[in-house]
């Protein structure tokens, strides 16, 4: 693993949910800040976010990103890190986490549980993400969670667009779907996922470092989380891919017309709305 850039912002509650997507409009890699309700419980009227980047995708958009976060009053500083800072860093900030009205619990890959403390659960997926997205920590994360525990997943296929980490396969896999293929088009992607399926003691997951437009065979269930441009970008190959449900995430509330629109347009109906914060997921059956 190569050097980052590591981005400190600091600015005000209410331009969170636009900064963290322009950032990754920018080329940001991932994250790491507080939960927004552990914040709130401290009442902090800022927040404060640590973003990475590759260093030349950041070189060739600094002023871009700069001129951005200048305009949203937002205060930051740059620093190059080197990989064990990185790993030292988000151990920090990252701690377990229960979803899905408690039936899925996200645990640290070094603080694991005994089998009595996992016995209540209906999965433990353990992470330890790396410089991939997908804690599990995010909204957007949840609320993929909790579509796929509403589901009937034993013996589904399932599809994950854009796995980051690997959690929702894997979350996916530990709840009976199978198989389970998962892809990203960032190739650092591939051996984090494998190894978090590793930890799990899971198989039956094909990690892939490609594109949907690869991707040949249809799935039960299609899942994605991702922003709501690509979304509407790939809605044709959801339409080719998707064959009884399809949950779409990373939408922010101003742009849930605009993916239903796509939705609409390639023939899909009956999308229910989940929300958490400023975040929208969709689970469309097919």
Known sequence: MSNSIE???????????????????FGCQAFLSKELEEVEREEQ????????FDPQEYAGRRQAIERYLQSAAAGFCTRVIEPQDWENSWKAYFQPLEVAEGSIRIQPA????????????????????????????????????????????????????GTGSGILAIGARKMGANPVLAFDNDPLCEPICRENAALNQVEGIDF????????????D?????????????????????AGEYLILSGI????????????????????????????CALCVEV
């Open 45 to 52: 009227p800022t927040l404060s976010l640590k973003a990475y």
């Open 7 to 25: 981005l400190t912002i600091t600015y005000e509650r209410s331009c969170h949910e636009a900064i963290e997507t322009q950032l990754i409009l």
């Open 221 to 241: 269930i299609v899942i994605a989380n991702i922003i709501a441009g690509v979304h509407i970008e790939i809605m044709p190959h959801y339409r080719r891919l």
């Open 110 to 161: 070094w603080e694991p549980l005994s089998p009595q403390e996992t016995a209540p659960y209906m999965a433990v997926i353990l992470i330890d993400p790396g410089m991939a997205f997908g804690t599990g920590q995010h909204p957007t994360t949840i609320l993929c969670l909790e579509a796929l525990a509403r589901l009937p997943l034993a013996g589904k296929s399932v599809l994950d667009v």
């Open 208 to 219: 892939r470092t490609t594109t949907a437009e690869h991707i040949s065979q249809v799935h």
């Open 252 to 279: 922010l509330r101003e742009r849930e017309a605009d993916v239903r629109t796509a939705l609409n347009l390639h023939g899909f109906r009956h999308a229910a709305s989940t929300y958490r914060g400023d975040w």
